[in-house]
């Protein structure tokens, strides 16, 4: 499974991600492309409002890295945290 397909499975949203050599303890809002934008025109309304919103809003899929990571396997993952601490999913993405 590509790290795209996990993060169009994952529902996670209350977990920080680490992404091993990308980033360390983030949150962010939306993981991929939302589902409910279906053309090229709603997903410029989106990235207009997200850079408008910058303060309130974070996108993985914006992050500059991640073109270059999304489609490579997951190698593995993990969720750590819990009772008082702050949950965090791991993963490890195989090398291009």
């Given at each position: 499974?590509?790290?795209a397909?996990f993060?169009?499975?994952?529902?996670?949203r209350?977990?920080?991600?680490?992404?091993?050599?990308?980033?360390?303890?983030?949150?962010?809002?939306?993981?991929?492309i939302?589902c409910?934008i279906?053309?090229?025109?709603?997903?410029?309304?989106f990235?207009?409002?997200?850079?408008?919103?910058?303060?309130?809003?974070?996108?993985?899929?914006?992050?500059?890295?991640?073109?270059?990571?999304k489609?490579?396997?997951?190698q593995?993952?993990?969720?750590?945290?819990?009772s008082g601490?702050?949950m965090?999913?791991?993963i490890?993405?195989?090398e291009?």
């Amino acid at each position: 499974m590509t790290i795209a397909e996990f993060f169009t499975n994952y529902n996670g949203r209350n977990a920080l991600i680490t992404i091993e050599q990308y980033c360390e303890e983030e949150r962010y809002e939306y993981y991929t492309i939302p589902c409910w934008i279906k053309g090229e025109e709603e997903l410029k309304e989106f990235l207009a409002e997200y850079n408008q919103k910058l303060y309130s809003q974070s996108c993985l899929f914006m992050e500059p890295w991640w073109n270059e990571i999304k489609d490579r396997e997951v190698q593995r993952w993990n969720i750590i945290g819990g009772s008082g601490y702050p949950m965090e999913l791991t993963i490890k993405v195989a090398e291009s």
